[in-house]
């Protein structure tokens, strides 16, 4: 069993696992969805979620020393992510085990690979592929679309745990590969 505090602002977001101890002056954007076992702890300045963003299970996130925890909007925030005193712009994924650590700033449209610890006051520009200890850039490309739509994907996700579902129907189903093909998804 989680827990939510006074202090947090839940702005409408899809859906919050009973499981996510969420402390502190933390803002939860509409749409956004947070999974289960994930900790945001902000015991002086603040967390800010953004719309449509998903922080996925066992995410840990917590205020710098000096900075806040600043998340943009249709961002994934993988499995067993770090998050400390960050800046992730609109439209990154964070992959699987990275860390991120005080002052960084990851630039919209990002990936940042599984694995990675990106340094303190590293700063990356847009479009950037950041891999490796301590992370760099190892590519260029303009990945805003492909982020998006993985945050879409968890919106389904959202809405079906939302409702009590813990899977999707066919049709919610072929509504998201229909989105990975650059299809329009059926009309309901």
């Not at 990936?111 to 950037?128: D, K, L, Q, T, Y």
Request: aromatic share 6%; hydrophobic share 40%.
């Amino acid at each position: 069993m989680g827990f939510i505090s006074d202090n947090v602002t839940l702005d409408n977001p899809a859906f919050i696992h009973e499981s996510a101890w969420l402390y502190g002056k933390v803002y939860i954007g509409p749409d956004a969805s947070v999974w289960p076992n994930v900790v945001t702890r902000a015991e002086f300045l603040e967390i800010r979620i953004g719309a449509r963003t998903n922080i996925q299970d066992f995410v840990m996130i917590h205020v710098g020393a000096m900075t806040p925890t600043i998340v943009g909007e249709d961002c994934s925030i993988t499995h067993h992510a770090t998050l400390h005193g960050c800046e992730i712009g609109d439209r990154c994924l964070i992959g699987i085990n990275s860390t991120i650590m005080d002052g960084a700033k990851i630039g919209a449209n990002s990936i940042v690979a599984g694995n990675s610890i990106v340094r303190e006051n590293s700063v990356f520009p847009e479009n950037s592929i950041i891999a490796g200890v301590p992370a760099k850039v190892v590519g260029t490309r303009d990945n805003g679309a492909a982020n998006a739509l993985n945050a879409a994907m968890y919106q389904r996700f959202a809405g079906s745990f939302a409702d009590g579902r813990d899977r999707l129907d066919e049709s919610e189903v072929a509504d998201i590969i229909a989105l990975y093909k650059g299809e329009k998804p059926a009309e309901k």
